[in-house]
């Protein structure tokens, strides 16, 4: 199972690292690539996981959701 994130407020590979670990650090989370240029975070996971825990770990990061997927 996926989820697609849309982010706002990346703007670098250090952007990126930040909101992969966040969400890496979220039990059930088997993978998580980062697109900086897509502004997108696709998120493979073991279990289902509430969009709100995905969302609050980004946005804990001072970054913003706009979609999830």
Do not use: F, P, Q, W
């Not at 996981?49 to 913003?64: C, Q, R």
């Amino acid at each position: 199972m996926k989820k697609v994130l849309t982010i706002e407020g990346m703007s670098c590979k250090h952007c990126i690292d930040r909101v992969t670990k966040a969400l890496n650090d979220i039990n059930g989370v088997k993978s998580v690539k980062v697109k900086l240029k897509n502004g997108t975070a696709t998120v493979k996971l073991d279990k289902e996981i509430d969009n709100d825990v995905l969302k609050n770990a980004v946005e804990d990061m001072g970054y913003k959701i706009v979609d999830i997927k």
